[in-house]
């Protein structure tokens, strides 16, 4: 291999703000998107809660062109996004919405004031841009559930959800207001052919040194920046790293962010026969959002994991290959993942190897990943409902909605002629890291698919794993809640009168 070549040199953040392109330099390169709007740019109706992707109070929307040229737009946290993540993209705020005090509200604004959707009205700037983004994106009201997922990401503690849902319906009945991107656009245009980001920054956490962020926009540059500089943190999309720094203050040095590399950001089918394809190769730049979608279509059953993964901003921004990669044990990707046998795709230089998702994880926050290597992509085989193969997934959290799992499972069997051919269930929550219960798995292989063999699962159940006690739930708990999801999987995919899906989730939907 050659010598790597030195970085580029460093040139100042671009983006779109207000219309106009902005340049920004000599800031840290952890200064967040939120900082950056109320310290410089003096627009303080973003506004700051948790700081931690939580609540939403923050909540902006960035837009960019697509590979055709188009108008793309998405929800993110302001506060866990690093400004230099902007560079090449649009950032629109509340603001925007009505730029002067004597101009009318769009009708998203009027609506929650209508139904009287704010009382401190701390929250309602980042109500507005999550229903402003769902006004967006459809032409009338989606079903009431759809805006109550569309608002998992905010967070209200004065007026409960009614009259703010009432407002993201009645916000279709007043005349359209759409919103014209050709400004935004023509002003994207014209950094488009700017040089890949490299950009250097005091680093507030480590007095007289300096942060620099690279932004490749290619994997070949992508593997020799990360060949060339082996203990750079990999940024993703930054929802538990920048959390280091907003509440840890840590210093991360030099950051290589993979956002802008294409490549990366793809989903194609995998396997040898393209028209009936084993899976899904997932890059591991795509976003939580279009890679449990795209997951979802095709296993049905993944869907209300899939909506209870996080928030819509927190999953416009994160991505699967990152929550793999960070090696949680209670990331909710992994055991999912576990189940569907994944495996992932690791580059090194030119170099590429395979490696099953069971073998990854060595232990606590620790993975097999070798220096200057980097997850390219994850390579995902589908279910075949046609062979036997039945899938669920559970999570377990003390909010329904967009918190933290104190376990989550990912379960799949295969039958044949009655009898369990093959079992991968992978938890999380339950042990150091993500893995499979091996000893549950060997109780059902060959077994009926009864009640007396579940039993049995859940003794070996007992043996697989030796959970904490934390903050989120006791050793007891997650043994009697594991034991409990291995029933519920039973009940759902037993031979005999199985439990529809309007009698086990609030959602239902088709399996």
């Known amino acids: 291999m050659s010598a790597p070549a030195e970085p580029r040199p460093s040139r100042p953040i671009r983006f779109v703000h ?89 009708p998203c604004q009027k609506a929650l004031v209508d139904c009287h959707g704010s009382q401190c009205g701390f929250c309602t700037p980042g109500f507005v841009m999550s229903l402003w983004n769902l006004y967006e994106h459809h032409e009338q009201a989606p079903p009431r559930a759809d805006l109550a997922d569309a608002l998992t990401g905010n967070l209200c503690r004065c007026t409960g959800y009614r009259p703010i849902l009432d407002a993201g319906e009645q916000m279709f009945d007043a005349p359209r207001v759409d919103f014209d991107p050709s400004a935004y656009l023509h002003a994207l245009s014209t950094l488009a052919d700017q040089p890949d980001l490299v950009y250097e920054g005091p680093d507030p956490a480590a007095p007289g040194q300096t942060t620099r962020f690279f932004a ?71 976003s939580l959002e279009a890679a449990w979608s795209t997951l979802s279509r095709h296993v049905p059953a993944l869907r209300e994991i899939w909506l209870r993964f996080a928030s819509p901003p927190v999953r416009h921004a994160g991505t699967l290959g990152g929550n793999v990669a960070n090696s949680s044990p209670i990331g909710d990707g992994a055991p999912i993942l576990l189940a569907l046998d994944a495996s992932l795709v690791l580059r090194q230089g030119e170099q590429t190897r395979e490696l099953p998702l069971s073998a990854f994880y060595l ?121 409990n999801l291995l029933k519920r999987f039973w009940m759902e995919t037993r031979p005999d009168a199985p439990l529809p899906s309007t009698q086990t989730q609030i959602w239902p939907a088709p399996v």
């Open 363 to 483: 232990g606590y926050m620790q993975n097999a990943l070798q220096p200057g290597e980097f997850v390219q992509a994850l390579r995902v085989p589908l279910p075949q409902a046609s062979q036997g193969e039945v899938l669920r997934a559970y999570k377990v959290s003390k909010r329904r909605d967009s918190d933290i799992s104190a376990l989550c499972a990912g379960l799949m069997i295969r039958l044949e002629d009655g009898r369990i051919a093959e079992a991968r269930l992978g938890w999380g929550g339950m042990a150091a890291t993500a893995r499979r219960a091996t000893l549950t798995e060997a109780a059902l292989v060959g077994q009926p698919w009864t009640e007396a063999t579940l039993q049995a699962a859940q003794v070996a159940l007992a043996q697989d794993f030796q959970p904490l006690t934390d903050l989120r739930a006791t050793r007891d708990y997650r043994h009697t809640v594991a034991a």
């Open 18 to 106: 207000r219309g106009e392109v902005k340049e920004v330099s000599g800031v840290p390169a952890t200064t967040t998107v939120l900082q950056w709007l109320r310290e410089a740019a003096h627009c303080t109706g973003t506004k700051e809660g948790c700081a931690e992707g939580d609540c939403g109070a923050c909540t902006v929307v960035l837009g960019e062109r697509d590979t055709t040229g188009a108008w793309q737009q998405r929800t993110v946290n302001a506060c866990i996004q690093f400004l230099p993540t902007l560079d090449g993209q649009a950032l629109l705020t509340v603001e925007d919405l009505q730029p002067r005090a004597d101009a009318p509200m769009h």
């Open 216 to 286: 490749p926009t290619t994997l070949a540059e992508l593997a020799r920046l990360r060949a060339a500089l082996p203990q750079a943190r990999v940024l993703a999309g930054g929802t538990d790293v920048a959390l280091w720094v907003n509440k840890q203050f840590k210093a991360l040095g030099d950051i290589l962010y993979v956002g802008r590399v294409r490549e990366l950001q793809q989903v194609t089918p995998w396997g040898a026969d393209p028209a009936q394809p084993e899976g899904l190769e997932i890059g591991a730049g795509v």
